[in-house]
């Protein structure tokens, strides 16, 4: 399997103030992306710097957006890697492939984001005959972790973190939590979404209780469904 197929080298530009985020995980972003500024100054002083971040929690709360924002606020390239499409039949291939990326990271100096991190857990719960394969993974993945260099950052994205091996959680020095959003946090989104289409179209009926990827795209089929409608009457009075 080509390395290139596996990995996803991102140029999409989001900035943190486009991620919907509650206070605390925002101030835990923001103390991340200025340690991974100062990384020479506070190592002469014996610091520390947190590089290894676990976001867990609900689907479509923002995680792959804030790695984009990361990335974007410390001017390096982001390198995704989704695990489920990179888990083979081989699993010896497999072990290769993730320690190919990880070293192409570290030496580019990349953020390396590996997204849906428990499709590792879920294999160790597969048939008998791979648990010993898996577990030999599991191990990679924890040496490539151990030893990823202070100087590039490590990012990676759960929805399911219990069921993710425990050698690997106590990893990652700074776990952050994502959860579906309060009605009020959610006006808010529908509220900027919304503001840059015209009046007559940002009228719709909100949907609670989803994440804002769902709250996204309702929103905007709502608004393409009224436009569609003003031009389909636009045409009739012309006819």
Partial sequence: MNLYNLIIQDKEQINLNDVF??????????????????????????????????????????????AKAIAHALGKNIIILNLSNIVSSRIGETSQNIKMIFDKAARERSVLFL?????????????????????????TLIQ?????????????????PEIIDTAILRRFQLKINYEMP???????????????FPEDLNHI??????????????ALTAVKSALIKKLEAKETLQS
């Fill in 21 to 66: 985020l509650n206070e605390t995980n925002k101030g835990l972003l923001i103390q991340l992306i200025k340690e991974n500024t100062y990384v020479k100054e506070l190592q002469e002083y014996g610091l520390p710097v947190n590089n290894k971040i676990l976001l867990q929690g609900s689907s479509g709360c923002g995680k792959t957006m804030t």
């Fill in 115 to 139: 997204d849906e991190l428990d499709q590792i857990g879920k294999a160790r719960g597969s048939d008998d005959k791979d648990v010993g394969e898996m577990r030999r993974l599991v191990n």
């Fill in 144 to 160: 490539l972790i151990d030893y990823y260099p202070e100087n590039a950052l490590l990012l990676c994205a759960t929805n399911h």
């Fill in 182 to 196: 309060s009605a009020e946090f959610l006006d808010t989104f529908y509220d900027q979404l919304l503001a840059s």
């Fill in 205 to 218: 009926e909100r949907k609670y209780g989803i994440s804002f990827a769902e709250a996204k795209d309702h």
